[in-house]
């Protein structure tokens, strides 16, 4: 019997995402922007989805400097984008590419952290829309540059909390436990008819602005730096993970390789995110 694909454990080659057009939003800071860096760095054209185009430049630059192929930017506020705004990036994308490989949804806000019964509505439907229905946006529109790609991957940022249910997460863990639905609709629609994989990664903790606001307390010391955790990445983005589909991943150990939900949501505790 052959052993269930684990994206920890995948040794990816210098070239191993060469050739591929793979998009990242959130791209300008924290896990997206170490993503999107570890993809050029392995041979990826990166577009870099994001609200600050300053940040993007930034990180553009930082590509360039590395000495990898040249990123694109795409503006895209996921919390004030309309339907134009979506179809806009989606046409520069398809007259610049043609295609897209990897579609990695990383974007994403806390919200505050509060009980249900106190929870601001305001803030509720600010979170779950930017979490949640702008990936579902996203996807829509770039599905058809995904169904040109021979090989294509789409990932959802997944997080412990919207795995199993805890107290005071409030809307950003109803986005998570959304987009674990939506990795799975999406991948049973398009399984056995197109080329395109969607599974759900959850980086585990690490070492960003949103770390910092969910545990103002914690020692930054002890928490992984985003960088240390882009194999999983990479792993799920290219030809290793062909044909894996429909499935949840954690990037640190302590969790079983692509585990069902339920599997996975009761090794969670209470200092994982
Ligand atoms: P950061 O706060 O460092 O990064 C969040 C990213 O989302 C930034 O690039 C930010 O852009 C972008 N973003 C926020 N709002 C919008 C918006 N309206 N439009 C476009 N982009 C937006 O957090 P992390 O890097 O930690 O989070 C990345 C992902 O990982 C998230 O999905 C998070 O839920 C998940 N995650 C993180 C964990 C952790 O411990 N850090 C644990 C589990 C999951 P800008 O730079 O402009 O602010």
Redesign the pocket.
């Known amino acids: 019997m052959t052993e269930p694909f684990d994206p920890r454990t995948h040794q990816a080659s210098p070239g191993e995402l060469a050739g591929r057009i793979i998009a990242v ?10 993503v999107a860096l570890a993809c050029a760095r392995y041979g990826a054209t990166v577009v870099l ?4 185009e300053k ?1 993007l430049e930034a990180v553009h630059a930082e590509i360039a400097a590395a000495g990898g192929p040249e990123a694109a930017i795409g503006v ?6 309309v339907a134009r705004d979506y179809d806009q990036l989606a046409d520069a994308l398809a007259g610049r590419y043609w295609r897209l490989d990897g579609l990695v ?6 919200g505050t952290l509060s009980p249900i019964e106190h929870y601001d509505v305001p803030t509720w439907c600010r979170v779950l829309h ?2 949640l229905t ?1 990936a579902f946006a996203l996807t829509q529109v770039l599905l058809p540059a995904l169904k040109k790609s021979a090989d294509a991957a789409v990932l959802f ?6 795995r199993r249910g805890r107290a005071y997460w409030g809307a ?1 863990a109803v986005a ?1 436990f959304g987009l674990e639905g939506l990795s799975q609709i999406l991948a049973d629609e398009l399984e056995g008819t197109s080329a395109i994989r969607v599974n759900t990664l ?10 910092r ?3 103002p307390a914690e020692d930054v010391e002890t ?1 992984p730096l ?1 960088e240390t955790l882009t194999g999983p990445y990479v792993a799920l983005l290219g030809p290793a993970s062909r044909g894996v589909t429909g499935r949840a991943f954690d990037a640190q150990p302590g969790l079983p390789a692509g585990a069902a939900t339920r599997a996975a949501s009761s090794a969670g505790s209470s200092s ?2």
């Open positions: 939003t959130g791209a300008s800071s924290g896990l997206g922007r170490a989805i994001g609200r600050s940040k895209l506020d996921l919390e004030r984008a949804h990383n974007a994403g806000l806390l930017v979490n702008a940022t997944a997080s412990s909390v919207g950003y998570k959850n980086p585990g903790r690490a070492r960003t602005a949103m770390r606001q969910a545990y928490v985003p994982r995110e």
